[in-house]
T-cell receptor, first 114, second 114 residues
Framework: DAGVTQSPTHLIKTRGQQVTLRCSPK?????VSWYQQALGQGPQFIFQ???????QRGNFPDRFSGHQFPNYSSELNVNALLLGDSALYLC?????????????FGPGTRLLVL | DQQVKQNSPSLSVQEGRISILNCDYT??????FLWYKKYPAEGPTFLIS?????DKNEDGRFTVFLNKSAKHLSLHIVPSQPGDTAVYFC?????????????FGTGTRLKVLA
C-alpha cells in the first residue's frame, strides 16, 4: 500500500519564477492538504482540497494556488517566487467523512529560491 | 499569534526512562489533537491522536494526555529508545463542518541517550 508520494524531492528556482509541486495521496484518501515548513518551525497550513475544490485556506497570499484532479492527486503552484518561499513543502492526505481526520504526510519537496 | 506552543525546544532522556513532551494551546475551539515525529529529510510520521471528548489515549509505548481546562497536552513515551530520537510536533484543529485544518507547534527535539 503506497503512502503519500511527492515530486520532485528537491528543486532550485530563482526569484520571480514559478514552480509546481505534485502530490499523490495515500490509497483510499480523498483529501489533500499542503503545508510549508520553514527551517526551525512547525508546518504551516497553506490550503486543503477535497472534491477538486479548495475548501480551507491558511494565511498565504494568492501567489499560492492549487488544484486537485479526479484521481485525488494534487498540485501546488507558487508564482513570482520570493527568497522567503524557500522551505520544505509537505503534502498530507486524509479521508473526509469517516470521522476525525488523521493526516498522513509525504516526504516533502525542498524548494530553494535563489 | 502562536496558537500552539511547544515551549521546550529540546529534551534529553536516558534509554529506558520516560520521555514527556509538552504542548499548550490557546484556542478553546480546538477539539482534535495529533502528535507527529519527524526524522531529518523525511515527512512527519503520525504517532497518536486524541479527541477533546477524552483525556487519555494509549498506543503501545505512547500515551497522550489532554487537560482541557489547562489547554495542555502531553506525550509520554515509555520506555524511551534510541530510535525515538527525532523532532516531535503537536498539532491541533477545530472540526469546522467536518473539516480539519491543523495548527502545528514549533517542535521539541528529543534525544534518547544509550
Amino acid at each position: 500500500d503506497a503512502g503519500v508520494t511527492q515530486s520532485p524531492t528537491h528543486l532550485i528556482k530563482t526569484r520571480g519564477q514559478q514552480v509546481t509541486l505534485r502530490c499523490s495521496p495515500k490509497s483510499g484518501h480523498d483529501t489533500v492538504s499542503w503545508y510549508q515548513q520553514a527551517l526551525g518551525q512547525g508546518p504551516q497550513f497553506i490550503f486543503q482540497y477535497y472534491e477538486e475544490e479548495e475548501r480551507q485556506r491558511g494565511n498565504f497570499p494568492d501567489r499560492f494556488s492549487g488544484h486537485q484532479f479526479p484521481n485525488y492527486s494534487s498540485e501546488l503552484n507558487v508564482n513570482a517566487l520570493l527568497l522567503g518561499d524557500s522551505a520544505l513543502y509537505l503534502c498530507a492526505s486524509s479521508s473526509t467523512g469517516r470521522g476525525a481526520e488523521t493526516q498522513y504526510f509525504g516526504p516533502g519537496t525542498r524548494l530553494l529560491v535563489l | 499569534d502562536q496558537q500552539v506552543k511547544q515551549n521546550s525546544p529540546s529534551l534529553s532522556v536516558q534509554e529506558g526512562r520516560i520521555s514527556i513532551l509538552n504542548c499548550d494551546y490557546t484556542n478553546s475551539m480546538f477539539d482534535y489533537f495529533l502528535w507527529y515525529k519527524k526524522y531529518p529529510a523525511e515527512g512527519p510520521t503520525f504517532l497518536i491522536s486524541i479527541s477533546s471528548i477524552k483525556d487519555k489515549n494509549e498506543d503501545g509505548r505512547f500515551t497522550v494526555f489532554l487537560n482541557k481546562s489547562a489547554k495542555h497536552l502531553s506525550l509520554h513515551i515509555v520506555p524511551s529508545q534510541p530510535g525515538d530520537t527525532a523532532v516531535y510536533f503537536c498539532a491541533a484543529s477545530e472540526s469546522t463542518s467536518g473539516t480539519y485544518k491543523y495548527i502545528f507547534g514549533t517542535g521539541t527535539r528529543l534525544k534518547v541517550l544509550a
